[in-house]
Structures are given as structure tokens and as C-alpha cells.
């Protein structure tokens, strides 16, 4: 008995993939099947539906359909804010390997994303899918969230692959989410957990390096004398 093969669908917001696979004893008109591809091809397998959404679905998921928030980012990001409530199992571990290629990956990661961006030098969690399905089942409701989204659609997509049926995920991440949305813990908002290093020292800078040289025009415009002999004192010629 022939019967339907493969369909899938994907979108940006809503992606959902569904493979029935051929019955034994049965394939699709015109195509003839090797023995050994019909023997892979006795079960029928359903892939998880992942659905991609904003904070405030996001939020409904959670509050009125069960949704349980899975946080999937590296320990620093959680630690300066994260949803109250939330399971922890890192996408990505920080890198400790000792072997030379490792070494230099980290010190030149460490002189410039590090620095400027404050990430930590991470490789993947070997760990992640088995971790996950510790803590849940298979038939659990889901949100995965990180910071900027990317994270979350690669982990989304491991967990598919294991067998999970219903997750979601925040588009774009927590920095997309509102201050309020989510009970959160941690000394910044949620959308601002992503941001340290020299970033965001160096804006702060901008700011009182922006006062001061507007307060130097105002002082040089309504009093131009005093600003002179100031700047004789310091032997400036203007």
C-alpha cells in the first residue's frame, strides 16, 4: 500500500517539519525503493513544531499554558539578569582546554571580544541535550530564550532532534523583552544583560567627555577673557 512521503514547511516566525516515512510493503508510485531503504522506512516520525514568538506571547505561554523558560546562556549573561524561575543549561561552557591552538584562540578572543564586549571564551556544551532531558520530558512545554535569539533556534533545534514536541522560542532573544514582562533577577534588565566590557564603559565615558567639552564651549562663548588667560596660563595659543 503506497502512501505520502515527505512534506515540510518553514517560515522566519513559526517553523514546523513533519516526515511520515513509507509503511513496509508500500512506496509512492514511480519510485522503487532498495530493501535495505525499506527497511528504514517502516516508521512514521513526527518533528517537534517550534514556534517563534515575542516577549508578550512569550509571557502568555508561560502564564496560561504551562510553559516552563529553559535559559540557555553562559553564566555571566545569566547572572546580570534572568527570569525568576528559570532552569539554567548553557547552549555554550566557558573554554578551559589547555592544548596550544586553545591557548591562542583565548588570548586573542580575551584582547577583543573579550575586552571590549565582556563574552566569555565558550566552546559547545557536549552535555546540553542529555542535561535538558534530565530536568525534562520530552512532553514538556518549553520556552528557550537567550539574549540576542540565535542561540536559542540552535538549541531548539537539538531538542527537536531529541524527541521534544512542543518549544518555543523569544525572537531575538531577551533583549528584545521590556522591562516588567518578566519577573527577573539580577542587578540590570533582562534586555541589558548582554551588554559589559568596555562597551559600556566606553559610553559612559561619551557622556562625561560630551559634558565637559560642551561646558568648555559655553565657558570659552559667555567668558572669553577668563577662558584666555587660562589658556595662557597653561600655554595654549589660540
Known amino acids: 500500500m503506497a502512501v505520502v512521503g515527505l512534506s515540510s514547511a518553514f517560515s522566519p516566525l513559526r517553523g514546523s517539519w513533519m516526515a511520515v516515512r513509507i509503511r513496509q510493503g508500500g512506496e509512492p508510485a514511480g519510485i522503487s525503493l532498495s530493501p ?5 522506512s517502516c ?3 513526527v518533528r517537534a513544531d517550534v514556534s517563534f514568538v ?6 502568555r505561554l508561560v502564564d496560561e499554558e504551562g510553559y516552563t523558560v529553559l535559559d540557555i546562556r553562559d553564566r555571566t549573561q545569566r547572572e546580570r539578569a534572568h527570569i525568576k524561575s528559570s532552569t539554567h543549561v548553557p547552549l555554550f561552557i566557558e573554554n578551559q582546554d589547555n592544548d596550544i591552538g586553545t591557548i591562542v584562540k583565548r588570548q586573542l578572543h580575551n584582547n577583543f571580544a573579550g575586552l571590549f564586549f ?3 571564551f565558550t566552546k559547545l556544551n557536549p552535555d546540553f ?5 534530565d530536568k525534562f520530558s520530552p ?3 518549553v520556552l528557550v530564550v537567550c539574549q540576542e535569539g540565535l542561540r536559542s533556534a540552535a538549541a531548539a533545534d537539538a531538542l527537536e532532534k531529541e524527541g521534544f514536541q512542543n518549544i518555543a522560542c523569544i525572537t531575538s532573544g531577551l533583549q528584545t523583552v521590556k522591562p516588567g514582562t518578566f519577573e527577573s533577577v539580577g542587578k540590570s534588565e533582562l534586555q541589558n544583560a548582554g551588554k559589559a566590557g568596555l562597551v559600556t564603559i566606553q559610553g559612559k565615558i561619551s557622556v562625561v567627555l560630551g559634558t565637559v567639552l560642551i561646558s568648555a564651549y559655553l565657558f570659552i562663548t559667555f567668558f572669553p577673557d577668563q577662558a584666555e588667560k587660562l ?6 595659543r589660540l
Not at 589658556?231 to 595654549?236: M, N, R, V, Y
Open 118 to 120: 565582556g563574552l566569555p
Open 129 to 133: 541535550a542529555r542535561t535538558v532531558k
Open 231 to 236: 589658556f595662557d596660563l597653561a600655554g595654549i
Open 43 to 45: 516508521a512514521a516520525v
Open 139 to 141: 512532553e514538556s512545554k
Open 54 to 59: 515575542g516577549a508578550d506571547e512569550a509571557k
Open 36 to 40: 535495505r531503504r525499506r527497511r528504514r
